[in-house]
Structures are given as structure tokens and as C-alpha cells.
């Protein structure tokens, strides 16, 4: 009994620990960056109508807000949609990413991007988020086709991984066949960035992101069971047919929303769950869940920032960062299983 | 009272039929135990009971009542399972893996009341798995999950349960401790218990029914007694080489090939260890004088090349004596295993004075020769 009131008391602290660092990483994401506004300034942009019509205002609550919002709701949903993925597939290293959902939607977005160029003069924001929202959706469908056809799990990630090559593989062949001006957008799109997001983005990104978390957590029940595997799910009384095609489902609507704004995030989705279930000591989903978005949300404005001040005024692509903090991550989780299950 | 049966139940994968006719009946109380070779459709049948393969003719019925028109939660609450699979799990406790057992009784976010907890307990205490509970359950050894994998099966408190080879990657006193769980839950709990088992010793003395399942059809299906009889074993796994004891529930090797080098003075059990240690030597040998209620005589027939014996509760007579000399003349050599020489055996002794005065070596150990 003792032991599982530490749990609970270990989870409190896990979750205070979060929101402290959500909270400096609010702070730090509005205060640092290339205009300078001292901390004191930036509370009362915030709080009062002192600096209303000011550049300073205009840079807090338009540029770096709107961007910090954008950051900690697509770094949770990537969270998330990581912690799915590994769930449903029983692998540490799943994530959408390797079931080719940003080579989806690469794809079209090239596809689409050539097109109109040529006919148009040119693609809007808006339609290249649909494009490559549309990109995600058809390679998460396809795999989500022939998660009805097998039930070997190893298989179904294979199909994934090949239906990303497939992508990738037309991809190039659009690439080749281009104009080098047709194709500079995609080139920008592939480096990803959470840059030039307004307000109207935060809030589809908002409304995508937190409907699918909030059916992700109607889910705790069968997603706790199914972490001992199709089998025994079954046999408790669950429907798993139905449950495989909302876990797909929510999961690529949440990565297909990160890719249609902030392009390929690598590594996130990898690392936030471990280091979450790490933190907490449990992989129970009612606890991991929030605790991996809060998680998500925390690494992206943290690489985010790292992104756009480290080299200043050039801006990194924020795969690059979300790398090199994630991939070691990834290394040190593959090592220390191998060490656990020797 | 509950009663499972499976009528005219054809079974098998993507349509193919594997095994037809199924008929099998388990009544409250009993546990009913599949054996039959690797491969020979064990798993794919207790799969159709537990709807994890849909059948292909026939059903299953509970009761009377055809099991596929439970609903997934109404059949939860039937049917337990014990997979044959090993579980790899992230992070969870054996508690867990036992909470989960509730699935079918708790709410839609799986919440556990105070009469669930006070059953994952008591499914816990069943298996000796109290001090588990909070450890990690990839950390604990085989056996311990097992007997969490069992807790977690009981404590979904079901009519049936089946399971998968439940003994695998056990060693034996895990094997004897998790039947004897089974066999209470029995007779306790008056569930019907339904399992597939390799040791068919074990089988022997746990089960109420034997099914022998042999790739296409079901072999036999009886008692214990029944199926223990005669050749029936060795039929059923195809034993060519070594052989099967149905007495002692033992297996012994291939007899060793060739003429016989030595004869082996044995009885009252002393030759068994001999005979073995010999057969895994490869050396043939010739054994007596044994009274053929000897055990030694048991192990005997199956290893040795000529066996010198007397009927059952007979002493010993001057011409069994000559049949024993000419076979140590023959093998050259006497390993005296046996030193306890009674009213029914005391001839025997005269066998070491032949060997002294015809100087044939007496030995003592497998290793002399």
C-alpha cells in the first residue's frame, strides 16, 4: 500500500516539475529572442495596455505568442501521437514519421507544389497545409488498409516503412523533373519550422490537436489494456478491430496536423514518451498521456527557441535541433533495454 | 451448472480447415487436457474456444448457447486466457498486469472499486504472489510471471478458463505448484479448466479428461486410465527411437547398440542410474537376476540388450543362476550395482564367485569398462 501511495506521490511532483518548466519555457519564449525586451516589459505587454501599438506589443503578442503556441501544441501532439504509435505497434522506436507520414505528405506537397507554380504562379499557406495534410492522411490510410488485412504488427511497420520509401521515391522523381523555383517552398517545408504562425493557425492547430487529445483520453481504458498485447485485449472484452482503426486514426490526424505546419519533426515523437515514462516510472496511459503532451510541448518551445536564437540572426530548421537532443534520447533508451533484458 | 462444449468444431487458419469434427465436452469442475505433438493443432483449437480464431464449422457452445453471440464484454466475463506467447511489457507492474484482469467489470475509464481491488488481492494471494505486486513485471523471473499471468486469469473471475501451454519456461516445481493452482481453482471454484500440455506425465495426473490431438483429427479422447494404456502414447507422438513409460510417466533414450560388454548385477532400483549412465555411453549391456516386479526391471526393458528375470514375488533358482552365467561369460565383464541380497535374491551372491573363479573382472563403476 505504501509503495503505491509513492507512486501517486511521485506522479504530483512529475507533474509539478512539468508545469514549472512549461511556465519558464513561456517566459523564456517571449522574452529571448533578436528584439530585445527586458522580462519587466514583457509582463506588462502581457498583463497591460501600456505598450499597446508599440512595435514591442506587436512582436509579443503577434509573432513570438502565436509561434510559442503553435510549438507547445504540435510538440504534444507529436508527443502523443508517439505514444500511440509505440503502444499500438509494441515498439520502443515506432513513430509516425517512420510509418511514412511526412513522406505522404512530402508527396503531394511536391506533387501540388509543381502544379501550381506552373498554373497558378504560386501555392498560399493555406493550401499547402491542406496539401500536405491531405499527403499524411493517404499514407496513414494506406497503412491503416492493410492494418485490416494482417495482424502481424512487425508487418504492418514494415508496410509503413515501405509505403515511406514509395513516397520518397516519387518525390525525387517530381523533384528531378522540376524547375529549381518550383520547388524552393518544399525545400523550406522539408527543414520544418514553427516560424510565421499567426493567430488563426494557433486556433486549427488548437482545435485539430486538442479534440484528438481529448479522444486519446476516452481511450485510456482499452489503451491500458492493449499494452499486454492483441491477445490478451481481446480475451478482457475488447473490441480491437475498432480500437486499431481509432488509434491509427487520432494519432496520424495529430501528426498530420504537425506536418501540414511545422513540416517533419523528427525525434519528438521517439523521445517525449520514453522520457515521460521514464520520469514517471509507469507506462499507465490515464498518467502518461497528459504528462507526455505536457512533455511534448515543453521539448518544442525549448528546441524552438534553441532553433531561432543559437545562430541568430539565421534561423535552424527545427528538425536539426529536436535531433540532436532526441536521437540521443532514442541511443540511450535502445542501450539500456538491451542492458535490462540481459 | 456450467458446461462447455464444442460440436462438429472444425478449426484452422485462413479458411483452411486444420482439424474437423471437433466434439468435446467439459463439465463444471474439470480439467480437461490437450496433448499431441508440436504442431498438431493444440493452439489453433483452444484459439477457437477463446474466439481468437473464428471457427470454421461447428461452435462452441456455453451452456447451450452458441459463443460467438456473447458480446465481447459478456464473453470476458465467461472466458479467461493464459496465452502460450511470453509477454513483454513497458513499465508495468505485476499489479497491473492483474488489475487488468477487471476490464470487463469496471467503467468506461476503467476504474477500479474497492470490491475489484479486494479481488486482485485475493487473485494474487491464490498464486503465493502477494510480494510481486509492485514489481516491475519485466524484472521478475519466468515463473513469477506466470503465476501473475495466472492471477491476472483468475481474477477475471471466468467459467472457463484456458490455457496455453501454461508450463513452458517453467522449471518443475513451478510446474507442479501452478497445476496444483489449476486443480483447485476446480474443484474450489467449480470452473471448468481447459489447457494444452507438453509434460503428459503431468497430464496424467491432473487431468479428469485427455485429448489427443493429432494433426488432422482428434485421436482419442478418455480418461487418464484410458489413454495411459497400451501403445497409445507412442502412437500418438510417433515415438521411434526411445520410448515412453507409462508407469513411471518417464522417457528413456534409444537402446544402446550391439552386443552386450557387460552384465549389470542390479535390483531394487540399483541398476536404473547404471543402465542410464551406460546407455549414454553407448555401451549395450545385460542385466539380471530381476524379479519382474523390480523396478529396475521397468527401466530395463527399454535399455537393455537381454534381461536375465524371474517371475514376479519368485526367489531365484539354480537354473536362472546358469541363464546368468552364460550371459556374464558372454558380456566378459560384471558391474555389481547391486549388495543387498535377501531370501528372494541369495543365489545372486554365487554370481561374484563364478566371476572370481573365472576371473572375469568385477567392476563396481561405468567408468571401469
Excluded at chain 1, 505504501?2 to 519558464?24: Q, T
Excluded at chain 1, 520547388?183 to 523550406?188: A, E, G, K, Q, S
Aim: proline residues 3%; hydrophobic residues 45%; glycine residues 8%.
Amino acid at each position: 500500500m505504501e509503495k503505491r501511495d509513492s507512486g501517486i506521490l511521485r506522479w504530483e511532483i512529475c507533474y509539478a516539475v512539468l508545469v514549472l518548466l512549461l511556465f519558464a519555457a513561456v517566459v523564456a519564449n517571449i522574452w529571448i529572442g533578436s528584439a530585445n525586451i527586458s522580462v519587466g516589459d514583457v509582463f506588462k505587454i502581457l498583463f497591460t495596455d501600456v505598450f499597446r501599438g508599440q512595435a514591442q506589443y506587436t512582436i509579443v503578442w503577434s509573432i513570438r505568442m502565436p509561434r510559442m503556441a503553435a510549438a507547445a501544441l504540435l510538440g504534444g501532439a507529436l508527443g502523443v501521437s508517439g505514444y500511440l504509435i509505440q503502444t499500438y505497434f509494441r515498439n520502443p522506436i515506432a513513430s509516425p514519421f517512420v510509418l511514412g507520414i511526412s513522406s505522404g505528405a512530402k508527396m503531394v506537397l511536391a506533387f501540388c507544389v509543381v502544379i501550381a507554380t506552373n498554373l497558378l504562379g504560386g501555392l498560399s499557406g493555406v493550401s499547402m497545409v491542406v496539401a500536405s495534410f491531405i499527403g499524411s492522411l493517404l499514407a496513414m490510410g494506406f497503412v491503416l488498409l492493410c492494418a485490416g488485412k494482417t495482424k502481424n504488427m512487425a508487418i504492418l511497420l514494415i508496410i509503413g516503412i515501405m509505403i515511406g520509401y514509395i513516397c520518397s521515391a516519387i518525390t525525387d522523381l517530381i523533384i528531378t523533373f522540376a524547375k529549381d523555383e518550383e520547388i524552393v517552398n518544399l525545400t523550406y517545408w522539408s527543414m520544418g519550422s514553427f516560424s510565421g504562425k499567426d493567430w488563426d493557425d494557433v486556433a486549427v492547430i488548437a482545435g485539430f490537436v486538442l479534440v484528438s487529445f481529448a479522444g486519446t483520453m476516452l481511450l485510456v481504458k482499452p489503451i491500458a489494456a492493449f499494452r499486454m498485447g492483441e491477445g490478451y485485449a481481446q480475451s478482457m472484452g475488447m473490441n480491437v478491430k475498432l480500437f486499431r482503426v481509432l488509434i491509427i486514426l487520432l494519432s496520424s490526424v495529430m501528426s498530420a496536423c504537425v506536418v501540414a505546419y511545422a513540416g517533419p519533426v523528427s525525434f519528438v515523437g521517439i523521445a517525449v514518451p520514453h522520457l515521460t515514462k521514464m520520469m514517471f516510472s509507469t507506462s499507465r496511459p490515464a498518467v502518461i498521456l497528459p504528462g507526455t503532451f505536457l512533455m511534448g510541448a515543453v521539448f518544442c518551445m525549448i528546441c524552438d527557441l534553441i532553433a531561432r536564437t543559437a545562430f541568430a540572426p539565421t534561423e535552424l530548421a527545427i528538425g536539426t535541433v529536436t535531433a540532436i537532443f532526441g536521437a540521443p534520447v532514442v541511443i540511450a533508451m535502445l542501450l539500456s533495454r538491451r542492458r535490462r533484458e540481459l | 451448472m456450467q458446461n462447455l462444449s464444442a460440436q462438429k468444431l472444425s478449426v484452422g487458419y485462413n479458411k483452411k480447415i486444420l482439424i474437423g469434427g471437433i466434439d468435446l465436452e467439459v463439465r463444471a469442475g474439470e480439467v480437461v487436457t490437450l496433448i499431441g505433438r508440436n504442431g498438431a493443432g493444440k493452439s489453433t483449437i483452444l484459439k477457437s474456444i477463446t474466439r481468437h480464431l473464428e471457427p470454421l464449422g461447428g461452435a462452441v457452445y456455453l451452456d447451450g448457447k452458441d459463443s460467438r453471440l456473447l458480446s465481447h464484454k459478456d464473453f470476458a466475463t465467461q472466458f479467461s486466457v493464459v496465452l502460450t506467447e511470453r509477454l513483454k511489457t513497458d513499465r508495468m507492474t505485476c499489479r497491473e498486469i492483474v488489475e487488468a484482469g477487471r476490464y470487463p467489470y469496471t467503467n468506461f475509464f476503467g476504474k477500479l472499486k474497492e470490491e475489484d481491488k479486494r479481488i486482485v488481492d485475493e487473485s494474487l494471494r491464490m498464486v503465493g504472489g502477494e510480494g510481486l505486486a509492485e514489481k516491475q513485471f519485466s524484472s521478475v523471473s519466468d515463473g513469477q510471471k506466470q503465476r501473475i499471468l495466472l492471477a491476472r486469469a483468475i481474477c477475471q473471475q471466468p467459467q472457463v478458463m484456458v490455457l496455453d501451454e501454461p508450463t513452458s519456461f517453467l522449471d518443475i516445481r513451478y510446474k507442479i505448484e501452478l497445476l496444483g493452482i489449476l486443480r483447485r481453482l476446480a474443484s474450489e471454484r467449480k470452473m471448468s479448466v481447459i489447457l494444452s500440455l507438453h509434460e503428459i506425465d503431468l497430464a496424467a495426473k491432473i487431468s479428469d479428461k485427455i485429448v489427443c490431438v493429432d494433426g488432422d483429427k482428434i485421436y482419442k479422447t478418455g480418461t487418464p486410465e484410458e489413454i495411459f494404456r497400451g501403445d497409445e502414447i507412442r502412437k500418438l507422438y510417433g515415438l521411434r527411437s526411445g520410448s515412453y513409460n507409462l508407469l513411471f510417466g518417464s522417457v528413456e533414450m534409444e537402446k544402446p547398440a550391439g552386443e552386450s560388454r557387460v552384465f549389470v548385477l542390479a535390483g531394487g532400483g540399483t541398476g536404473i542410474p547404471i543402465y542410464r549412465a551406460l546407455q549414454r555411453k553407448g555401451i549395450a549391456f545385460s542385466t539380471g537376476i530381476l524379479s519382474e516386479n523390480d523396478v529396475d526391471f521397468q527401466v530395463a526393458a527399454d535399455l537393455a540388450e537381454t534381461i536375465v528375470s524371474v517371475p514376479a514375488f519368485s526367489a531365484v533358482k539354480d537354473e536362472d543362476i546358469e541363464r546368468a552365467q552364460k550371459q556374464i561369460r558372454r558380456a566378459g565383464k560384471l558391474l555389481q550395482a547391486c549388495n543387498i541380497f535377501g531370501e528372494c535374491n541369495q543365489k545372486c551372491e554365487e554370481l561374484l564367485r563364478f566371476a572370481k573363479e573365472n576371473s572375469i573382472p568385477l567392476i563396481s563403476d561405468v567408468s571401469e569398462i
